[in-house]
């Protein structure tokens, strides 16, 4: 059973693209968690989704972040309009029911 | 709002030590606290997980506790070796419909051979 999958694991931007994030829960999992990690901070939530569901995406960003799980494919965590600030470790985590298991991160730097 | 603190920071000690973390939150009501491995520029390993209806779990050289009343886990390590060096994270999942897990800062440990 291969783990929690992420791609790509490295991503550079300029300011002003856009960044997506996919993500590959293990196989039988159902609840898809991202969290962020700023440099020097600690790991923070960011959303929570089930298939076709987003049931708290309380750690979200209002404005340019936005996420989906869809019924087929991987989950994607999308950045609009990226700034120098959402340079960061994104890690994408999935659960069969409450044990998260991570992914290795993609690690987003905007130039 | 909970909030997870992990003390110290960092830790250096020889090889062939035994060492205890500490991780607290302000929270009792949680359904799980976890214990995490990162290693430089890697993702999360996940080590231990205690349910709040248990007082302990052990993997090998790792031994976790948890007592909620107090708010706090501990994660001991025996006999610790250079493959050990990496940053320790505890993270506790709030009980509820919330499921995010917070984080504390972790605590940066160095076994020297």
């Known amino acids: 059973n291969a783990g929690v999958m992420q791609n790509p694991r490295h991503l550079v931007r300029r300011r002003g693209q856009e960044a997506r994030l996919r993500c590959s829960p293990m196989?039988?999992?159902?609840?898809v968690y991202w969290y962020r990690q700023l440099p020097e901070e600690g790991l923070k939530f960011m959303v929570y989704?089930?298939?076709?569901?987003?049931?708290?995406e309380s750690g979200m960003p209002k404005e340019r972040f936005s996420a989906e799980f869809p019924k087929e494919g991987p989950s994607i965590l999308r950045i609009q309009q990226v700034v120098r600030g959402d340079s960061a470790a994104y890690f994408c985590?999935?659960?069969?029911?409450?044990?998260?298991?991570f992914g290795p991160g993609t690690r987003l730097t905007v130039t | 709002k909970q909030e997870v603190t992990q003390i110290p920071a960092a830790l250096s000690v020889p090889e062939g030590e035994n060492l205890v973390l500490n991780c607290s939150f302000t929270?009792?009501?949680?359904?799980?606290l976890q214990w995490f491995r990162q290693d430089p520029g890697k993702g999360l390993t996940s080590l231990l997980l205690?349910?709040?209806?248990?007082r302990e779990q052990t993997s090998g050289r790792l031994n976790a506790s948890l007592d909620k009343s107090s708010g706090r886990s501990t994660l001991y390590i025996a006999a610790s070796q250079p493959g050990d060096s990496a940053t320790y994270l505890c993270a506790a999942l709030s009980s509820g419909s919330a499921r995010q897990l917070t984080f504390g800062s972790g605590t940066q440990l160095t076994v020297l051979p």
């Open positions: 985590a999935s659960s069969p029911r409450d044990e998260q298991y």
């Open positions: 929270d009792s009501a949680i359904y799980n």
């Open positions: 989704l089930q298939k076709e569901n987003i049931i708290d």
């Open positions: 196989k039988g999992h159902s609840h």
């Open positions: 205690i349910q709040s209806s248990q």
